[in-house]
């Protein structure tokens, strides 16, 4: 019998040196003369502790990790194909409390599978939501994304299931489904873990969305940044196509759904709906104009569905267990899981996908384990570089939309960056007026010379020239792009820079070295 | 800094080959200017102003149309690199490791600034807003090869790595 080692292929693990890690225990198994068969799966999100390998037992699975080429020899030693003590020992994978703590809907296998085995996909309920999907009517499929109350989960929270029942409805001879996997939120990997840990589940989401509405063609817009992604989805693909589960004839189902992947040219302005339209059109990204809603005339000038990646992979399991299955978790308006990207300052870093509601205090302290550095968390930005600086006096928000739009926040695409107590927040909202600058498509003046001005405004601040003017000018600025803006980067550049004057106005008065 | 020619006709056959297959495999697709240019850069490793006149006639646009796109996307690059690409992560998760540390170390190391390529020809530093590696901050990218947890011993040794390779061939 051959033992199945598990080795994530998962970018960050890779990043930690998961490559050299498979290398070593291959070369080892080989030398010692045991078989053993090495499956690259993604990663579980426990990324502090990455690479983690994993060795299937009759007990299930256990974990061994952070592992170095160097443990690798003691491993063997330490017979750790049948689960032998080591330092490196973590138990039973899933008795991990940061993973047992989960719910896990939209992440249930990622880490867990082969994510390019159609097979392995399959085996763990993989395309039973299609198979579901294919049974009903399209405007009940529609209907079942609307009563499972999921909203996008890009950013704007949109309800899904109505965008969807725009697209239903126009009549057109093509209509296009494109997934958002442009990711450019810093503090985000969801999309990114989704896509390599478990790309059929997207592809599954799209095909669903295709035959709801009616659209017979789909474009996964991916940013550059992201090769390891590339690769995996177009494995996934060729082989959903090879299946029959892509292409002219879904699953017999005498519907075509043809898919394939376009990649973005690091312009974060992309990310922005009707950007990355234009960009997929093989334009300039700048932002078009609302009204037409891309629902309505979108790719091409064609109805359209534009979704995140993640609000996508949420819709195979709503069709499989339901839509009450999936209400049945949240809280308020938000219903559901969510993916949180707990990133920055942080001891245990990683993804964690739980019913909305519980607390940002939780989130860092109970599952997070606090700082990196061990000193207090200060700060934490939520929802990407657009998002509110939130300080300590706020960490009891739950973690759901309203909630924190009630406090000025914003949840966004789910990432949550950690500042510990040496952070400088003045710089900060420097970084967000510079970041504005250089992403600006453009279009609008409050973004394009507004945000250059911000940075000017803030070099003087923070060189202590005339600074409570200043301070009050780039309020007035704040405002101007708040109000101005066409779209949500200038619109918002002022959360992160307004909400740090706010809480932390003494890192804006510090005497210069 | 190199240039290139503006003229197509001053190019090398291989530079003008190399454009007309990158525009064979996307040429009929909708939309196809990124797709076009993004296999221009794969095979050239950047983006020659001569091949703008090219683009733009195969694809019935007008030259600024091509030239605007080129422009508009912060990963089109309009002169050769290095051999390495280092992208270094400049947003907010990096920065809350001490990511500005890490920028200063690699400037100072490679004897660059950004947008720069050392003087053996061998790495391009550039900044870069979040490669996804968050939960490892701080991050980077060697062409695409992604890195976390990036100190300056780190640093040293990848791009030790780098230049040792490099001697191998
Ligand atoms: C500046 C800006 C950047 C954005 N970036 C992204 C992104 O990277 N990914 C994403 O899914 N949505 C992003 N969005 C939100 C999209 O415009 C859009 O709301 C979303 O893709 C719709 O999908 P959803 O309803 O499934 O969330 C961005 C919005 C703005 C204003
Ligand atoms: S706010 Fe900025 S990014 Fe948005 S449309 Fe205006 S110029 Fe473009
Ligand atoms: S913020 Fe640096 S990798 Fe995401």
Redesign the interface.
Known sequence: MRTTVYVPRDAAALSNGAEAVAAAIAAEATKRDLPIRIIRNGTRGLNWLEPLVEVATAQGRHAYGPVTPKDVESLFNSDFLAAGTHPLHLGPTEEISYLKSQQRLTFTRVGVIDPVSLEDYQAHDGYAGLRRALEMAPTQIVQAVTDSGLRGRGGAAFPTGIKWKTVHDQSAAQKYVTCNADEGDSGTFADRMLMEGDPFMLIEGMTIAGIAVGATRGFIYLRAEYPHAHRALNEAIAAAYEAGYLGRDVLSSGKTFDLEVRLGAGAYICGEETSMLESLEGKRGEVRVRPPLPAIKGLFGQPTIVNNVISLASVPVILHKGAEFYKNFGVGKSRGTIPLQLAGNIKRGGLYERAFGMTLRELLYDFGGGSATGRPIRAVQVGGPLGAYIPESQFDTAIDYEALSGIGALLGHGGVVAFDDTADMAKMARYAMEFCAVESCGKCTPCRIGSTRGVELMDRILANVDRERNLQLIDELCETMLHGSLCGLGGMTPFPVQSAMKYFPEDFRRSVQ | MNTTPARPELLDAHTREQIDLALAQYQSQ??????V??AVQHRLRYIPDAAIPIIATALNLSRA?VH??VT?????RRHPPGEHIVQIC????????RGDELNAHAKQRLKVSFHQTTADGQFTLEP??????????P?L?ID??????VDAEKFDALIAAKSAAKEHD
């Open positions: 909708p939309g196809p200017l990124l797709q240019l993004h149309e605007g796109v508009f996307y912060h990963y089109f400049q947003a907010e998760s990096c920065k809350a490791m870069v807003y979040c490669l996804g590696n968050c939960a490892n901050s991050a990218m695409t090869e992604l890195h976390g947890r």
